[in-house]
């Protein structure tokens, strides 16, 4: 165990920590790196030069003529993936802190700290790509300096490109973070922090063995559920799995055990023997996601529906920050209600239920949770403007508010500060961190931000602003349902919960986004926005119309008159019987809402 170190690398989103893992595991022999980004494997990830999913390899270092195995765990650096993140400290002693030179410490950087702090790792600071004309390496050591309280030269300079500080960097891990602390003697107690499906195998579990030994062979069981089943195959996870006899404490590692079905594997469930059971407790302070934004998702046919629900089930066994419930809707059938932890994520799922399982979704408007008082007492939380009681029985509504935290250079303090005011943010406080640098702090409510506030920050500074949030409780807002009509049809998945202040505006620009989305129909198409039974905004599509009175030259006007007067019989016939299909770029559409 004394050769044996877990660490996980954290840094904010493109400060370079999939470039510096590579140059990690071409240093340590692991593989022969032939591609940028050997980890980031998912086509997904390398299109967007972002890491979605946090990946384990283990790396054999040889250091004074000693082996150690070093366990690395890759992580994500977008706010929207911060529950990978979680995952990865809890199986680990020490991290990696991550900052870009040219950058400095970013918003993501520090919230990703803090929880390494809370789980008690050992922080080793990297200042990376050192070798970049604009860096600025003295300046950023001084503001890692502020944030950590570390000594100068406890920090590395490193650049992912060249390698520079790569041997420095695996010195720092053998020499500062401690080996796993377990006995190798007591009952077999094993954190699951990730899961994978394959077709052929089942579901693999990764795991950390705390404490005891597992072996090929072994009968085991999940604490949690309380199913049990047999090791058919334990190894350690390189670029491939590696087959074992045996995984000692402090070991990561992966178990094949031949099952099929999902919800039998929970991310932060504990692996033990059958013959311990009922002895050996769970392992605590695994943290349970909170979904943030919630949406709809419905297959474009509906009897597409159970496999949908399957395609879910095996993406959350990868990904376990995604939640669903099964609900249904007038104008879509049967789906989802699915929670997300943020957009990027909702798109992300989406991109990966297309590529990886075939299926064809619509997804609604996003939307985030309230708490409903109505007035005898009782409390409602309500995901879907569905749900919503009568607003007659309505006392309060209660909306969630975010603690978010900007950071810029102080040129953008007036354009960020008029942005998170018109969102409804109100300011906590401004810190000046180091030379122009400056961190704003505001209160905001969480529905303000879910749709298209993280790309306009991004626009407005330049992408010179970095963001980051968590949840801050609910408080009372008057917030109001508003409905979309369609020839005076509700379409619910179009329904939306939005502050008083803003539906007259959101109201008439989803009427005119609309009318230009939908196709010419053989009949007046009415498109309004109400609140209850106030209509407050509305426009018209025109109807196609034949020219019935071509055939007419001269002659009486009564003649013209009377064509078009049974024409119009027909459109009106026609509009009662007729409905109206909503193309899946209207659902779209709303989201990008200027």
Same mark, same amino acid.
């Given at each position: 165990?004394?050769?044996?170190?877990?660490?996980?690398?954290?840094?904010?989103?493109?400060?370079?920590?999939?470039?510096?893992?590579?140059?990690?595991?071409?240093?340590?022999?692991?593989?022969?790196?032939?591609?940028?980004?050997?980890?980031?494997?998912?086509?997904?990830?390398?299109?967007?030069?972002?890491?979605?999913?946090?990946?384990?390899?283990?790396?054999?270092?040889?250091?004074?003529?000693?082996?150690?195995?070093?366990?690395?765990?890759?992580?994500?650096?977008?706010?929207?993936?911060?529950?990978?993140?979680?995952?990865?400290?809890?199986?680990?002693?020490?991290?990696?802190?991550?900052?870009?030179?040219?950058?400095?410490?970013?918003?993501?950087?520090?919230?990703?700290?803090?929880?390494?702090?809370?789980?008690?790792?050992?922080?080793?600071?990297?200042?990376?790509?050192?070798?970049?004309?604009?860096?600025?390496?003295?300046?950023?050591?001084?503001?890692?300096?502020?944030?950590?309280?570390?000594?100068?030269?406890?920090?590395?300079?490193?650049?992912?490109?060249?390698?520079?500080?790569?041997?420095?960097?695996?010195?720092?891990?053998?020499?500062?973070?401690?080996?796993?602390?377990?006995?190798?003697?007591?009952?077999?107690?094993?954190?699951?922090?990730?899961?994978?499906?394959?077709?052929?195998?089942?579901?693999?579990?990764?795991?950390?063995?705390?404490?005891?030994?597992? %072996?090929?062979?072994?009968?085991?069981?999940?604490?949690?559920?309380?199913?049990?089943?047999?090791?058919?195959?334990?190894?350690?996870?390189?670029?491939?799995?590696?087959?074992? %006899?045996?995984?000692?404490?402090?070991?990561?590692?992966?178990?094949?055990?031949?099952?099929?079905?999902?919800?039998?594997?929970?991310?932060?469930?504990?692996?033990?023997?059958?013959?311990?059971?009922?002895?050996?407790?769970?392992?605590?302070?695994?943290?349970?996601? %909170?979904?943030?934004?919630?949406?709809?998702?419905?297959?474009?046919?509906?009897?597409?529906?159970?496999?949908?629900?399957?395609?879910?089930?095996?993406?959350?066994?990868?990904?376990?920050?995604?939640?669903?419930?099964?609900?249904?809707?007038?104008?879509?059938?049967?789906?989802?209600?699915?929670?997300?932890?943020?957009?990027?994520?909702?798109?992300?799922?989406?991109?990966?239920?297309?590529?990886?399982?075939?299926?064809?979704?619509?997804?609604?408007?996003?939307?985030?949770?309230?708490?409903?008082?109505?007035?005898?007492?009782?409390?409602?939380?309500?995901?879907?403007?569905?749900?919503?009681?009568?607003?007659?029985?309505?006392?309060?509504?209660?909306?969630?508010?975010?603690?978010?935290?900007?950071?810029?250079?102080?040129?953008?303090?007036?354009?960020?500060?008029?942005?998170?005011?018109? %969102?409804?943010?109100?300011?906590?406080?401004?810190?000046?961190?180091?030379?122009?640098?400056?961190?704003?702090?505001?209160?905001?409510?969480?529905?303000?931000?879910?749709?298209?506030?993280?790309?306009?920050?991004?626009?407005?500074?330049?992408?010179?602003?970095?963001?980051?949030?968590?949840?801050?409780?609910?408080?009372?807002?008057?917030?109001?349902?508003?409905?979309?009509?369609?020839?005076?049809?509700?379409?619910?998945?179009?329904?939306?919960?939005?502050?008083?202040?803003?539906?007259?505006?959101?109201?008439?620009?989803?009427?005119?986004?609309?009318?230009?989305?939908?196709?010419?129909?053989?009949?007046?198409?009415?498109?309004?926005?109400?609140?209850?039974?106030?209509?407050?905004?509305?426009?018209?599509?025109?109807?196609?119309?034949?020219?019935?009175?071509?055939?007419?030259?001269?002659?009486?006007?009564?003649?013209?008159?009377?064509?078009?007067?049974?024409?119009?019989?027909?459109?009106?016939?026609?509009?009662?019987?007729?409905?109206?299909?909503?193309?899946?770029?209207?659902?779209?559409?709303?989201?990008?809402?200027?």
């Amino acid at each position: 165990m004394k050769h044996i170190r877990n660490f996980c690398i954290i840094a904010h989103i493109d400060h370079g920590k999939s470039t510096l893992a590579d140059r990690l595991l071409e240093r340590t022999n692991t593989i022969q790196v032939t591609e940028g980004q050997m980890l980031d494997d998912m086509d997904l990830e390398r299109e967007r030069g972002i890491t979605i999913k946090s990946h384990a390899i283990q790396m054999e270092y040889m250091r004074d003529g000693e082996k150690y195995i070093l366990n690395l765990i890759d992580t994500p650096g977008h706010v929207d993936f911060s529950y990978e993140v979680s995952r990865s400290i809890a199986a680990c002693e020490g991290a990696l802190l991550v900052v870009d030179a040219t950058q400095g410490v970013q918003a993501q950087t520090i919230s990703n700290l803090y929880m390494a702090i809370d789980h008690d790792l050992e922080i080793i600071p990297v200042v990376n790509k050192c070798d970049m004309p604009n860096a600025m390496p003295e300046e950023v050591e001084d503001e890692i300096i502020d944030l950590l309280g570390c000594k100068r030269e406890e920090i590395i300079r490193a650049s992912g490109k060249t390698g520079e500080g790569v041997d420095d960097i695996l010195n720092a891990v053998v020499d500062r973070i401690p080996c796993p602390k377990g006995d190798e003697n007591a009952p077999l107690q094993a954190l699951i922090f990730d899961s994978v499906f394959n077709s052929f195998r089942g579901i693999i579990a990764y795991f950390k063995i705390v404490n005891g030994s597992i %072996k090929s062979g072994d009968e085991v069981a999940f604490i949690n559920t309380g199913k049990e089943y047999k090791a058919d195959e334990i190894g350690t996870l390189r670029m491939e799995m590696v087959p074992r %006899k045996e995984l000692h404490c402090g070991d990561v590692g992966y178990i094949v055990s031949g099952i099929k079905t999902a919800t039998e594997v929970k991310v932060g469930d504990t692996i033990t023997h059958v013959s311990t059971l009922g002895q050996v407790s769970a392992i605590a302070g695994f943290e349970e996601v %909170k979904p943030m934004v919630f949406a709809g998702v419905y297959p474009i046919e509906t009897e597409d529906y159970e496999n949908l629900r399957a395609s879910l089930e095996k993406l959350q066994l990868n990904d376990a920050s995604l939640t669903f419930q099964p609900e249904s809707s007038v104008a879509l059938g049967f789906g989802f209600r699915c929670g997300f932890l943020g957009l990027l994520h909702m798109e992300i799922v989406q991109e990966r239920l297309d590529r990886e399982f075939n299926m064809d979704v619509i997804t609604t408007v996003p939307n985030v949770s309230y708490m409903v008082y109505d007035k005898h007492g009782e409390v409602k939380e309500v995901h879907n403007p569905a749900g919503m009681p009568d607003p007659t029985v309505i006392e309060r509504i209660e909306e969630p508010y975010i603690h978010a935290s900007v950071i810029t250079t102080s040129n953008f303090i007036g354009p960020i500060m008029t942005l998170c005011l018109g %969102k409804r943010g109100e300011l906590i406080r401004q810190d000046f961190i180091s030379g122009n640098r400056v961190e704003i702090q505001f209160a905001m409510p969480l529905g303000e931000i879910v749709i298209d506030f993280y790309d306009k920050l991004k626009s407005i500074s330049k992408g010179y602003a970095s963001f980051d949030y968590h949840q801050d409780g609910f408080r009372p807002s008057k917030l109001v349902k508003l409905d979309i009509l369609l020839n005076g049809e509700p379409v619910d998945a179009l329904s939306t919960l939005t502050h008083v202040d803003n539906s007259v505006d959101f109201g008439r620009r989803m009427c005119e986004k609309l009318k230009e989305l939908l196709p010419r129909q053989q009949f007046d198409i009415a498109i309004q926005a109400a609140i209850g039974a106030k209509i407050i905004a509305r426009e018209t599509v025109k109807q196609v119309r034949k020219d019935v009175t071509a055939k007419c030259y001269g002659g009486d006007i009564s003649r013209k008159r009377k064509l078009l007067e049974k024409q119009k019989k027909g459109k009106k016939r026609m509009k009662q019987i007729g409905n109206v299909q909503v193309p899946q770029k209207a659902f779209l559409a709303v989201l990008k809402l200027d």
